[in-house]
C-alpha cells in the first residue's frame, strides 16, 4: 500500500556513500558510466559490480542513457545499501520551468524503491551541484517531491553535502 511521502523523513550531514539504507540514489549522469561529484563517489565506493552493470544496461535496455527524470535500479556492489537507483536531474535553466523533471527523479526513484521492496532510501541534493540548480531552490524542489510522492518506504534520508545544505533541508521542512 503507498501513502503520500514516506513515514518518516530524516536529515544527516555525510557521505551517501556510508549510509546504511536499502536504496542509495545516485545522481546520475546520462551516460550511467560514471562521472564527478555523487555519481563518482558511488562508482568508486561500490567498485566495479555498479560500473558492470550500468555497462549492461547500456548494451541491452538503454543504449542512449538514462534519459532525465527517468531512473533504474543496479545492484550496490560494496555500499552499505542493495541496491543504487540511478536517476538524472536536469540541468537548471533561468528561462524554462524544469522543476517538473526534477521533481520526477525523486518520485520515480521512489516508484522504483517501492517495486523493489526497499523500506528505507537515501536521496543526494538532485542537480544541485555541477548541474547549475540554485541549492535553495533544489532543497525545495526535493522537499515538495519527497513529501508529496505516493510511496511505501518507510524512511527517507537526505544526505546534505555541507552544512549549509543540511541547514537549508531543515527549514525546507519546517
Do not use: K
Not at 514516506?6 to 562521472?35: E, F, H, K, M, Y
Not at 567498485?47 to 542512449?64: F, K, Q, V
Not at 534519459?67 to 536517476?87: F, Y
Not at 523493489?116 to 535553495?136: M, N, Q, R
Request: charged share 15%; with cysteine; proline share 5%.
Amino acid at each position: 500500500m503507498t501513502t503520500s511521502g514516506p513515514r518518516r523523513l530524516d536529515v544527516v550531514l555525510g557521505d551517501i556513500t556510508t549510509i546504511r539504507t536499502d536504496v542509495v540514489v545516485n545522481a546520475a549522469n546520462s551516460t550511467l558510466l560514471g562521472g564527478g561529484g555523487v555519481d563518482g563517489a558511488i562508482h568508486r565506493a561500490g567498485g566495479p559490480a555498479i560500473l558492470d552493470a550500468c555497462r549492461l544496461l547500456r548494451a541491452t535496455t538503454l543504449p542512449n542513457g538514462l534519459d532525465v527524470g527517468a531512473a533504474v535500479a543496479t545492484t550496490a556492489g560494496h555500499l552499505p545499501a542493495h541496491w543504487v537507483i540511478h536517476t538524472v536531474g536536469p540541468r537548471y535553466s533561468a528561462r524554462e520551468d524544469r522543476s517538473p523533471l526534477l521533481r520526477a527523479a525523486y518520485e520515480r526513484s521512489l516508484i522504483l524503491a517501492d517495486s523493489l521492496g526497499a523500506s528505507s532510501v537515501a536521496f543526494p541534493l538532485i542537480s544541485g551541484g555541477a548541474y547549475g540548480w540554485p541549492v535553495e531552490s533544489a532543497v525545495r524542489e526535493q522537499i515538495r517531491a519527497i513529501l508529496g510522492a505516493a510511496t511505501a518506504v518507510d524512511v527517507v534520508t537526505v544526505v546534505a553535502f555541507s552544512a549549509a545544505v543540511r541547514d537549508l533541508t531543515l527549514r525546507a521542512m519546517a
